[in-house]
C-alpha cells in the first residue's frame, strides 16, 4: 500500500511536470507568433513606405535599410547594409549628415523635419526632410539611431510659388499706391495750373485787344505766340485732368 502511494505520488508529479511543459510550449508558441506577427509589420513598414528608413549603429554604419532607401540608391537593401555614408554619398554631404549622426547619439535628442536641399542617385536636385532619432537597447543605452527622410519636392514647389504670389502682390499694392498718388499728383498740379493760365489767358486777350493801349505789329505778333502757348497748355492739362479722372473711375471707357 505504501508503495502504491508512493507510485501514484510519482505519476502525479510527472503529470504536473508534463502540463507545465505543456503550458511552457503554449505559452513560447504564442510570444512566437507574436513575434513573427510584429517582424511581419515591421517588413510591411520597411518594404510599402516611400520614406526612407534606415538604422545606423554608433559608427554610423547602416544595419538596416527600407526598399526605398535602397531604391533611391539603385541597390538591394543586402547590399546598402554595411555602409557608411561616406561609402555612398559626396563627400561635403557625407559630413553633414555623419555631424547629424554624432549630435543625436551624443546628446539623445532628436532632429526633426530639417529640411535640406539634396541631389539623388540619379543626379535630379530635390529638397528632403530628414528626422532623426536616438536608438537605446533595453538597458537604455543610446546603441545608435534611426532616420527616416522624406521627398518634399513638391511641398518646397507650393511653398516657393506662395511666397512669390506675396511678393508679386505686394510689387502690385505698391504699385497701386504709387499709381494713386501719381493720379492726385496729376489732379492738383492741372488743377493748380488752370487758374494761372486762365489769368494769363485773360492778360494777354486785353492786351491783344488793345484795351491798354495800341500795340506795334511786332508786339501783336508776340502776344499771338503767347495766347497759342496758353492754349496748348490748357489743352495738356485737360488731357491730363481726363487721364487722372479715368484711372480714378470717375470717367468709364465705353
Same mark, same amino acid.
Given at each position: 500500500l505504501k508503495n502504491k502511494k508512493m507510485e501514484m505520488k510519482d505519476k502525479t508529479k510527472i503529470n504536473k511536470n508534463k502540463a507545465k511543459e505543456a503550458d511552457n510550449c503554449k505559452g513560447l508558441g504564442n510570444k512566437y507568433k507574436e513575434l513573427e506577427y510584429k517582424y511581419k509589420l515591421l517588413c510591411d513598414l520597411m518594404d510599402r513606405v516611400p520614406d526612407v528608413?534606415?538604422?545606423?549603429?554608433?559608427? =554610423? %554604419?547602416?544595419?538596416?535599410?527600407?526598399?526605398?532607401?535602397?531604391?533611391?540608391? =539603385?541597390?538591394?537593401?543586402?547590399?546598402?547594409?554595411g555602409k557608411n555614408?561616406?561609402?555612398?554619398?559626396?563627400?561635403? $554631404?557625407?559630413?553633414?549628415?555623419?555631424?547629424?549622426?554624432r549630435y543625436v547619439i551624443t546628446t539623445g535628442k532628436t532632429i526633426i523635419d530639417k529640411v535640406e536641399r539634396a541631389t539623388r542617385a540619379d543626379g535630379?536636385?530635390?529638397?528632403?526632410? /530628414? /528626422?532623426?532619432?536616438? %536608438?537605446?537597447? =533595453?538597458?537604455?543605452k543610446i546603441v545608435g539611431l534611426i532616420g527616416i527622410t522624406r521627398d518634399i519636392t513638391s511641398r518646397?514647389?507650393? #511653398?516657393?510659388?506662395?511666397? #512669390?504670389k506675396i511678393r508679386i502682390a505686394k510689387k502690385l499694392e505698391t504699385l497701386e499706391e504709387m499709381n494713386k498718388l501719381k493720379s492726385e499728383f496729376l489732379s492738383v498740379?492741372?488743377?493748380?495750373? $488752370? /487758374?494761372?493760365?486762365?489769368?494769363?489767358?485773360?492778360?494777354?486777350?486785353?492786351?491783344?485787344?488793345?484795351?491798354?493801349?495800341?500795340?506795334?505789329h511786332k508786339q501783336k505778333e508776340l502776344?499771338?505766340?503767347a495766347k497759342n502757348n496758353v492754349a496748348r497748355l490748357n489743352h495738356i492739362i485737360e488731357e491730363l485732368l481726363d487721364i487722372? %479722372?479715368?484711372?480714378? =473711375?470717375?470717367?468709364?471707357m465705353h
Open positions: 528608413i534606415y538604422f545606423k549603429d554608433l559608427k =554610423g %554604419r547602416l544595419i538596416m535599410v527600407n526598399q526605398a532607401h535602397a531604391k533611391g540608391l =539603385g541597390l538591394k537593401p543586402e547590399d546598402v547594409v555614408d561616406f561609402d555612398i554619398f559626396p563627400k561635403e $554631404r557625407a559630413e553633414k549628415m555623419a555631424k547629424d549622426d535630379i536636385d530635390n529638397y528632403v526632410s /530628414t /528626422t532623426k532619432i536616438p %536608438r537605446y537597447n =533595453g538597458i537604455g518646397m514647389q507650393f #511653398e516657393h510659388l506662395r511666397e #512669390e498740379v492741372s488743377h493748380e495750373l $488752370r /487758374t494761372p493760365l486762365a489769368i494769363i489767358k485773360d492778360v494777354i486777350m486785353l492786351l491783344i485787344d488793345e484795351i491798354a493801349g495800341p500795340l506795334a502776344l499771338m505766340k487722372s %479722372r479715368i484711372e480714378s =473711375g470717375k470717367i468709364k
